[in-house]
């Protein structure tokens, strides 16, 4: 259930990217896939090492999934301002 | 042949179709699933045992063959015995009651012996049978004549000599007074029956045998079928140590055990030389000198040694009756037998020839049985029976549902008035909406009821609940096929076309949407059917063949009726189809105000996953495992009544919940629990029975294991897996990989909303919840298909245009459309919820979550994602800035006709190219403000004209669009190479 829940929270923040310059690597979908990625990752990373099993959610599992959708965002978001600086 | 002819031969055809149909409803029964019409369903898990360590697919099937043998002894009506994946079996029993005794009966593994043939006989029957080259005593004979004639059977007729001359008894009553003369054996540890056992006979002669044998003689009065049995019967006990077999004759001209024969009956001593668990790997094979059929086998080492002993004692008996040494022929007269006994059966009865084994067979190399065995397929049926017998998998029950007869009944009344009503709806909405174009459509949906229906009869699929919910739900697939064309005829219509070119159009141009839009429809529904369980084939399969049909009448018979009516009187004014006027352009900035729409979809994926987080999801018992009961009693109580009687009868630790049922009353209780057996099950049902007498056997139960909770769980998840490749697949190949993408986004969307909703509501999910909304989900894609289908048609259509204008527009000319689809299938839905019952208000909740945000997301998601990625693509990067340039930097909502005839003209000034007239523009458009307007359709321009929809008129637009289209590409490769 863990799993839902972040993925859930990742896709939910990937929504306002629409209000971020559209600079991320691969546009929107590559947004999309920052946000889960990072989200699912970053909540699985921490939740394994507070030693909760997967099927144990409460509020702080879906707050958990927040830092590592904006991380996903980030990382998305570099790498497409990279690539434009970038000449062709 | 012509137009014309073609119509009519398509209308002759439907016709005759729905003819004959009517025909197969009237002589054929539907076949109803046991949900509605009462009944038992059981489900097994095969599991290995002993030297095994896996279950095989032969094991199972063995496994069935058995089931079936029982069963039919049972007497039940039409029952279904059905592999269901690689180890499990469903069994349906209609009109069963007690699932316990039936559990009982069907389940048991099966229970193979060898005997020493003759040592084992008894009395009488040893003088006869028991002496090989021996001539039985002649008063013995003559009692045993006697015998049979006084139960109405000859003696001397050929299948009943075979058995008389081995001494059986032709009753089992006989044999069984027989039996009961014997002294006990107490503690007997190598009888194959630790326990005495009960028969129940008729009072009257023949004594004909009612049930048994039964450990208890409770048991002998309880039926699986609920039928009475003669409590003044003559009940008769058979101590441990003795049993009785029957046996049947064998057909002279087959050589196999014929079945539909009277059987015969010996008393044994229960003194079995080796069972069924000693004996490995049998197969039927040949024997290598004579090519002839054999059976062979090995054993464990157990076996070897009991089989070896056996076998060597039959022998020398064999030898002690001969007078010197003797030939295999004679030595056949003289030889004994072991039997192979099956479930008190005598499948087998093979020689053991002296002559040729005179220390009888070691068993080293395993033994093999031949030479009596007219055909393969008689070898072959003894293998089975050694396989069954030598089975090493135990059949676990890890599911029982049980629904009588009165609930079964009202779920089949609650269903048909739930597809009625939905049926008259949608009609009345057509009729409203489309007119005579409705008119045409009811028609075909009412073929399309006919032949639906006959196909259920005939095929047979067994209609079950969820069957029906997938039926109410094909009523909206088949009128959403005829909104989508119907809704294609009035443009063209008000294009100004004539009726007949209007319809022709339409048809033309609606139907790669629909095929579309069906393909996925019948790709979750064949996905469904491959991994989903028992339950969920139905809705599956119902879908999967509605949606068939509903492509023949909803597109093919409608294009045939309208054809052939298309140069009537009737078909002369626009106003017949709904399509006078300019009809109704919806001019919203669905882009622009995207944004907005992702914020809200945001905030409620939000509070979902908070609500998942802290809530959870209430997983019913198909994934949870545990028992729910439903029962409604005639003595007022409360919740706490019910719980402290089912604690009085050792069941303890359940929710109660006191229900309302609109068929039942308020008097209704559901129950559920930790899972229970068939045992447990049934003493509930007894105690409330007693204490608050149950309303018209109203009562019904769902047992689920923990291992079946899994593999629901687990065919959901699969399901859900491969419905999205598949479906994204489809769409990447029709279209485009790039509106695939968009596609699987909205899909995620909608599951997370609808799991957020289930998580915030609390209402409970099962494996009919999931089929529902996995069902919606191929369903909802109709609307993005339709979406992109427009949006792909029109990309060609507007050379200049940015890709938002693009999609703006096409949402402005389906929108309409989709609303009318979603509408007509809410319309099903909606009746669902308010006639189907408790099963199928379920699936309506699930569909009407699925269809609200599925709508939802392929307006305000999918598109928006798709415009938001497309508009990265150089191309269409160049044209937003040349938009932006003329617009004074911004673009606007919708492609302004001047603007872009000015686009055209500054390309031509830079190529030098003179330049042509573009179509005047009517009307331009607004800014990016969102508002909502009617325009008349045609003052669009020469985007929608200029594609040569205009019957010929036209022409030089086309041209002049051709042009403009070859211009902008020149242009386009030559400021690409400038750039690079």
């Known amino acids: 259930m863990a799993l839902v829940v972040f993925f859930t929270m990742g896709i939910a923040l990937w929504h306002f990217t629409v209000f971020v310059p559209d600079r991320f690597w691969q546009g929107i979908v590559g947004a999309f896939i920052g946000a889960v990625v990072g989200s699912t990752v970053f909540g699985l990373i921490v939740q394994e090492a507070s030693g909760k099993s997967l099927g144990d959610t409460d509020i702080s599992t879906a707050l958990l999934a927040i830092p590592g959708t904006l991380i996903g965002l980030a990382v998305v978001y570099f790498l497409g301002v990279r690539a434009e600086e970038q000449p062709d | 042949m012509g137009t014309r002819r073609r119509h009519l031969f398509v209308l002759l055809f439907v016709l005759g179709l729905v003819a004959v149909s009517g025909l197969v409803i009237a002589t054929k029964e539907t076949k109803l699933g046991l949900d509605l019409q009462g009944g038992l369903e059981l489900v097994y898990e095969g599991q290995p045992t002993g030297t095994a360590s896996d279950v095989s697919g032969q094991d199972v099937d063995n496994a069935i063959s058995i089931i079936e043998q029982r069963i039919n002894k049972l007497g039940v009506s039409e029952p279904e015995v059905a592999r269901l994946g690689e180890d499990r079996i469903t069994v349906s029993l209609p009109g069963v009651t007690d699932a316990e005794r039936a559990a009982e009966q069907v389940g048991t593994t099966a229970k193979l012996f060898f005997y020493d043939w003759e040592p084992s006989l008894i009395g009488p029957q040893f003088l006869i049978g028991g002496r090989p080259g021996q001539a039985p005593p002649e008063k013995v004979i003559k009692a045993s004549e006697e015998r049979w004639k006084a139960a109405g059977r000859n003696p001397e007729k050929p299948l009943n000599a075979q058995l008389f001359s081995g001494g059986a008894y032709p009753t089992a009553y006989d044999a069984a007074l027989l039996a009961a003369e014997q002294e ?276 047979p699929i067994t209609l079950t609940l969820p069957g029906i919910a997938g039926l109410v739900l094909t009523i909206g697939v088949a009128a959403d096929s005829n909104i989508v064309i119907f809704e294609r005829i009035k443009e063209e219509v008000r294009a100004g076309r004539s009726m007949s070119s209007a319809i022709s159009a339409g048809y033309k141009r609606g139907i790669s949407t629909i095929i579309d839009a069906n393909v996925v429809t019948l790709l979750t529904a064949f996905i469904l059917f491959v991994l989903a369980t028992a339950g969920v084939k139905g809705f599956a399969f119902t879908l999967g063949v509605g949606t068939i049909v509903s492509l023949l009448t909803a597109v093919i018979f409608t294009q045939s009726l309208l054809g052939t009516m298309s140069r009537s009187r009737v078909l002369r004014s626009p106003s017949v189809l709904g399509a006078s006027g300019p009809g109704k352009r919806w001019h919203y900035d669905f882009m622009g105000a995207s944004r907005w729409f992702f914020s809200i979809s945001g905030v409620i994926l939000i509070v979902g996953g908070l609500a998942l987080a802290t809530k959870q999801l209430n997983l019913g018992i198909d994934f949870e495992s545990g028992t729910r009961m439903k029962v409604a009693l005639v003595d007022l109580t409360n919740e706490e009544g019910v719980r402290s009687t089912l604690e009085e009868a050792g069941i303890s630790g359940e929710e109660v919940q006191q229900v309302s049922d609109p068929n039942l009353g308020d008097n209704v209780f559901q129950i559920q629990s930790h899972e229970l057996g068939p045992g447990e099950v049934k003493d509930a049902k007894a105690a409330l029975a007693a204490e608050y007498r149950i309303d018209n056997e109203a009562f019904e139960s769902t047992s689920v294991g923990p291992t079946f909770g899994q593999q629901v769980a687990r065919s959901a998840l699969s399901a859900l897996i491969f419905s999205l490749l598949v479906i994204c697949g489809y769409v990447a190949l029709r279209f485009d990989p790039k509106f695939a993408i968009p596609v699987l986004i909205a899909i995620f969307h909608d599951i997370l909303i609808t799991a957020g909703v289930y998580s915030l509501t609390g209402k409970e999910v099962s494996s009919g919840t999931v089929a529902a909304f996995l069902t919606i989900l191929g369903y909802s894609i109709y609307d993005t298909i339709i979406v992109f289908d427009r949006i792909r048609e029109n990309v060609p259509r507007m050379p200049r245009a940015a890709f938002s204008q693009i999609v703006n527009r096409s949402m402005s000319e389906v929108l309409t459309r989709s609303l009318a689809t979603s509408f007509s299938t809410l319309l099903g839905v909606f009746s669902l919820m308010v006639f189907g019952g408790a099963t199928l208000q379920d699936f309506a909740f699930a569909m009407l979550v699925g269809i609200a945000s599925g709508t939802y997301s392929s307006i305000f998601i999918a598109s928006p994602v798709l415009t938001a990625w497309k508009e990265r693509e150089p191309g269409f990067v160049r044209r937003r800035l040349r938009i932006a340039e003329i617009e004074g930097g911004r673009v606007p909502a919708f492609a302004d006709d001047i603007e872009m005839a000015k686009l055209g003209r500054d390309d031509e000034a830079e190529t030098g190219t003179p330049r042509r007239t573009e179509a005047p523009a009517v009307e331009a458009a607004p800014g990016p403000v969102a508002t909502v307007e009617k325009t008349d359709e045609s003052g669009n321009g020469s985007g929608i004209l200029a594609e040569g929809d205009g019957d010929g008129a036209s022409t030089s637009s086309e041209r002049r669009q051709r042009n403009a289209e070859r211009r902008a590409r020149r242009q386009a490769r030559r400021k690409h190479g400038r750039n690079r």
């Open chain 2, 184 to 459: 006990p054996i107490e503690n007997c540890e190598t009888c194959s029956v630790s326990k005495p056992r009960y028969y129940l006979f008729e009072k009257q002669p023949p004594h004909e045998l009612v049930a048994g044998p039964e450990f208890t003689r409770k048991d002998l009065y309880i039926s699986p079928t609920g039928e009475k049995r003669p409590k003044n019967g003559i009940v008769v006990k058979v101590p441990t140590g003795t049993i009785v077999v029957s046996e049947y004759p064998t057909d002279p001209e087959t050589g196999q055990l014929d079945e539909t024969a009277e059987p015969a009956w010996f008393v044994l001593k229960d003194q079995p030389a080796l069972s069924g668990d000693e004996i490995t790997d049998p197969e039927q094979t040949y024997e290598p000198q004579t090519n002839l059929p054999v059976v062979a086998f090995q054993f464990t080492d157990e076996g070897r040694e009991a089989f070896a002993e056996v076998t060597r004692k039959i022998a020398e008996r064999g030898q002690a009756r001969a007078i010197g040494p003797v030939g295999v022929e004679e030595a056949e007269g003289l030889s004994g037998r072991f039997v192979v006994i099956l479930d008190n059966e005598i499948k087998s009865a093979p020689l053991i020839n002296f002559a040729q084994n005179p220390g009888g067979i070691d068993g080293r190399t395993g033994a093999q049985i031949g030479g009596g065995f007219n055909n393969i397929d008689d070898a072959q049926e003894l293998a089975t029976t050694l396989q069954i017998g030598a089975l090493p998998i135990n059949l676990k029950l890890i599911s029982e549902s049980q629904v009588s007869a009165t609930l079964g009944s009202q779920a089949l009344d609650d269903g048909i008035k739930a597809g009625l009503v939905g049926l008259a709806l949608v009609i009345i909405f057509l009729l409203l909406y489309y007119r005579f174009l409705g008119l045409i459509a009811s028609i075909a949906l009412g073929a399309y009821g006919v032949i639906f229906f006959a196909l259920i009869n005939l095929i």
